[in-house]
């Protein structure tokens, strides 16, 4: 049986969640507290040290993250729950972590403590988070990205990912120096991070760093050559774009 506890301010989700968590892992885990303020949580979680906190992201004026940021250790793992699609997300989303969408739905709740109890979510991990994001306000946009890996989490910059490749529900990350990571993320999880450094998805199969291409062999989509050598597929529905992204550089 697993602890945890619930930090939440909207009585109407934490009355779900606890619903979901005793009508369907009532075996798994046990629901110690229900931690209602910012004041609430600090108070508690720095004097017990429950297995698993189901977070919140916003709590009142505060963040989860300014939150775990004032405790004195984290030795407990971490789902987060929110009901908006925001920066936070873009950071949990590439790391070890994992997050519910409000209201919680039961499949998702299911498969999230799937994967906490595989050690996905380690304590760790909650602490690069919250360097992560404390950089990510300061910046708007993080200096570096999280990889899961089956040891941890390798945080590289996204300059130095030459390209993604999709593989089912795998994407190859090929960085330079001919290095290759793969990760059990969507390559749609890494567009949604990289878009904004100068990506680009040229095809259902292949997001490509844009600073990296050498040359642009046309045809009824084409093809790319990276500075690496590779050789990427242009989807011809995905040229007309293409072209306007080096345009307007």
Same mark, same amino acid.
């Given at each position: 049986?697993?602890?945890?506890?619930?930090?939440?301010?909207?009585?109407?989700?934490?009355?779900?969640?606890?619903?979901?968590?005793?009508?369907?892992?009532?075996?798994?885990?046990?629901?110690?507290?229900?931690?209602?303020?910012?004041?609430?949580?600090?108070?508690?979680?720095?004097?017990?040290?429950?297995?698993?906190?189901?977070?919140?992201?916003?709590?009142?004026?505060?963040?989860?993250?300014?939150?775990?940021?004032?405790?004195?250790?984290?030795?407990?793992?971490?789902?987060?729950?929110?009901?908006?699609?925001?920066?936070?997300?873009?950071?949990?989303?590439?790391?070890?972590?994992?997050?519910?969408?409000?209201?919680?739905?039961?499949?998702?709740?299911?498969?999230?403590?799937?994967?906490?109890?595989?050690?996905?979510?380690?304590?760790?991990?909650?602490?690069?988070?919250?360097?992560?994001?404390?950089?990510?306000?300061?910046?708007?946009?993080?200096?570096?990205?999280?990889?899961?890996?089956?040891?941890?989490? @390798? +945080?590289? /910059?996204?300059?130095?990912?030459?390209?993604?490749?999709?593989?089912? %529900?795998?994407?190859? !990350?090929? #960085? &330079? =120096?001919?290095?290759?990571?793969?990760?059990?993320?969507?390559?749609? @999880? +890494?567009? /949604?991070?990289?878009?904004?450094?100068?990506?680009?998805?040229?095809? %259902?199969?292949?997001? !490509?760093? #844009? &600073? =990296?291409?050498?040359?642009?062999?046309?045809?009824?989509?084409?093809?790319?050559?990276?500075?690496?050598?590779?050789?990427?597929?242009?989807?011809?529905?995905?040229?007309?774009?293409?072209?306007?992204?080096?345009?307007?550089?």
């Amino acid at each position: 049986m697993m602890h945890c506890v619930i930090v939440e301010d909207e009585p109407q989700s934490a009355e779900r969640l606890m619903l979901l968590l005793e009508k369907n892992h009532s075996k798994q885990i046990i629901i110690n507290k229900w931690l209602k303020t910012p004041e609430e949580a600090l108070d508690y979680l720095n004097k017990n040290t429950p297995e698993l906190v189901f977070f919140d992201v916003e709590i009142q004026n505060q963040t989860a993250f300014d939150l775990m940021s004032q405790l004195s250790k984290i030795d407990f793992k971490v789902i987060f729950t929110t009901a908006h699609q925001e920066y936070a997300l873009k950071a949990i989303k590439v790391s070890a972590l994992d997050y519910l969408l409000k209201p919680v739905d039961q499949d998702e709740l299911a498969e999230a403590i799937l994967k906490m109890e595989k050690s996905l979510a380690k304590p760790d991990a909650v602490q690069q988070m919250i360097e992560l994001i404390s950089e990510l306000k300061k910046e708007k946009l993080p200096p570096k990205i999280g990889l899961p890996t089956l040891f941890g989490q @390798e +945080y590289v /910059s996204p300059e130095e990912i030459i390209r993604c490749q999709a593989d089912v %529900n795998y994407t190859h !990350i090929f #960085l &330079r =120096e001919g290095r290759k990571l793969t990760v059990a993320k969507t390559l749609k @999880e +890494y567009e /949604s991070i990289l878009s904004e450094h100068g990506f680009f998805r040229v095809h %259902n199969s292949h997001l !490509i760093n #844009l &600073r =990296e291409v050498k040359f642009y062999n046309k045809g009824k989509g084409g093809f790319l050559i990276l500075k690496d050598g590779s050789e990427v597929e242009v989807a011809s529905r995905r040229k007309e774009e293409l072209l306007k992204k080096f345009n307007s550089k």
